[in-house]
């Protein structure tokens, strides 16, 4: 597949701004829909996107052991081949019984599901969840929070900063010195 650039107006053409606050919200979301999913024996979070809802979801129903498995894809611009990083250690892989069962795959998104369906050919049997979906990719992903369209850009709350935003339209903002 070759790479596709996306310009930074394409990136904000659908933009979905997502706040700390909003995405803590969402996360805990994720965990009720979970509560009756489980017991899960470990999370595997998909790095590095899937770290702060891994931690999020771990905290909420109580998992101790956390892994890994790091997945390269894209670099906020491109989407390319996926270059696995970091494998899933051997001890977490015995807890799933070799196929992920009892296990909990947790990321922050699924967009096209290359990513997802290459993790689920290393744990079949595992739970896979994420906070947000996009149709291309849901169909791999057991349990989600929001859905959004296939050409929205989520902006994470760890890729941004705050900084003034310009109104629709001119001298529609209140406020400032005169």
Not at 72 to 91: F, M, V
Not at 114 to 136: G, N, S
Request: with cysteine; net charge negative; proline share 5%.
């Amino acid at each position: 597949m070759a790479d596709k650039t996306l310009t930074a107006e394409e990136r904000a053409g659908r933009a979905f701004p997502v706040s700390w606050d909003q995405f803590h919200r969402d996360c805990r979301a994720l965990t009720w829909r979970l509560n009756d999913a489980g017991p899960f024996a470990a999370i595997i979070a998909i790095t590095r996107g899937g770290l702060v809802p891994a931690a999020i979801v771990a905290r909420e129903l109580g998992i101790r052991v956390i892994d890994t498995v790091g997945i390269a894809s894209c670099d906020h611009t491109r989407q390319g081949e996926l270059n696995i990083l970091k494998a899933i250690s051997e001890d977490t892989l015995k807890l799933g019984s070799g196929t992920g069962k009892g296990l909990l795959i947790v990321d922050d998104l699924v967009d096209t599901g290359k990513t997802a369906q290459l993790v689920r050919e290393m744990l079949p049997d595992a739970h896979f969840a994420t906070v947000y979906a996009k149709p291309k990719g849901r169909p791999l992903v057991d349990t989600f929070i929001t859905e959004v369209s296939q050409d929205t850009w989520i902006f994470f709350p760890w890729d941004t900063a705050l900084s003034f935003a310009p109104p629709r339209r001119d001298g529609a903002a209140g406020g400032g010195g005169e």
